[in-house]
């Protein structure tokens, strides 16, 4: 006989009532879907329908011009079989799909053009995305950064917004991978002002509530520690859960905040890691994306293979801390983005899927998994799959999983119902 009565179970389960509600609502986990590896910024007035295959040719020729894909993987510490099996898919990838996500900046990048010309240049940049979409020749991902919620630009970055996305809207269909970018932001009441901005837009265009999800840039360091103490960015997918796709680390404008000199502002200066660990425990179990920030020294000039092999290690070192995304500003950072990208989930893959399968079939090993890790290990093996590092074919023979099963163990709460 034990020991709790109806009455006790009945009171325990009232006590955590809120707390089931706030796990089902505010940590419902990742959702599974394709998270780009990376995040090309381009002025917006540059776009064209043909923008990503002619960044792709630029790229692949850059690599030509300095020895090839494999001199490439080699420069940047990869062994001779790894370099080839990755020079090889990073060539594919140049073809096929050299942009993942495209941002459309009136920022930074496109600075104060006076209003005639940004209303102008916001209408004709989402008649090119339309366009592009149409053709088949956009990224899977694309939208606009715009100007940001403080007082000097705040109208300027909501027309320019309403402008965007009022022109998609009224061409058809919105892009499956649109995404919107709110920067430089600094309190909790910009991102609830941007909620109730898309919530209009969705009402006056008939879009279906959360349609529009947007992309937080972490600037600041108000956003990091508020004037109370307490950290903002923490805060934000509980006052507006569901509705930030991702969080985006901006590695100049923090640094340059907290009086870094140019000279040592990196993605990899203690006061950027502090940031990004920040980021990473405020979001994490909601859903909500990282990416890291980027590199401004551009592989182009004497300094090619230099910057390069900067990147690589940055890009190298983002992935082993947990930011699987992160920034390239030119057409040259492409081909290091790629071949580190690949190399990282390559080199990763037989260990890997040896765990995963001893794991689904329940063999010992030296090492004993538990759930937590199984999925941890599927979603690296996924993430590889997702960005062509490596193949459906490879994921099979090595861990004896289809796509569907390697999905299932990633994200084992997407094929659960949910409790409440």
Known sequence: MGSFSSSDLAHIESQLEATDQLLDRNYPGDDGSRQPIHTVYIPADRFTPTFVADWGAQALATAEAHGGLEKLGRL?????????????RVASKLAAEPIEDLRLDFEDGYGDRGDEVEDADAVAAAKAVATA???????????????????????????????????LAQAGELPAGLILTLPKVTTVAQVQAMDFAVSRLEEVHGLP?????FEVQVETPQL??????????????????????????????????????????????PVADFAKEVMQLAVAGTGIRLSDGSTNIIPVGDGVE????????????SLKNGYYQGWDLHAAQLPSR?????????????????????????????V?????TARALAGFVLRGVQCGAVGTDEVKALAGVELSQLTALAHPRLAQPTSH
């Open 368 to 372: 004993m998994d538990e759930p937590a």
């Open 76 to 88: 940047l510490g990869q062994e001779p079989d790894l370099a080839a099996a990755v020079a090889s």
């Open 338 to 366: 790629f071949s580190a990208s690949y190399a990282f989930y390559r080199e990763g893959l037989p260990a890997a899927a040896l765990r995963l399968r001893n794991y689904v079939e329940r063999t010992e090993g030296g």
């Open 306 to 317: 230099d910057a390069w092999k900067l990147h690589g290690r940055l890009v190298r070192r």
């Open 224 to 269: 990091i520690i508020g004037a109370d103490g307490t950290s903002p960015v923490a805060q934000l997918p509980h006052v507006v859960p569901g509705r930030i796709s991702a969080l985006h680390y901006g590695t100049y404008d923090y640094s340059a905040s907290l009086g870094i000199s140019a000279e040592y502002q990196s993605m990899e200066h």
């Open 133 to 167: 979409v149409a053709a088949g020749t956009a990224p899977p991902f694309i939208g606009i950064r715009f100007k940001c919620f403080e007082a000097p630009t705040r109208a300027r970055g909501l027309k320019t917004l309403d402008l965007f996305v009022s022109t």
């Open 209 to 213: 509530a959360g349609r529009l999800r």
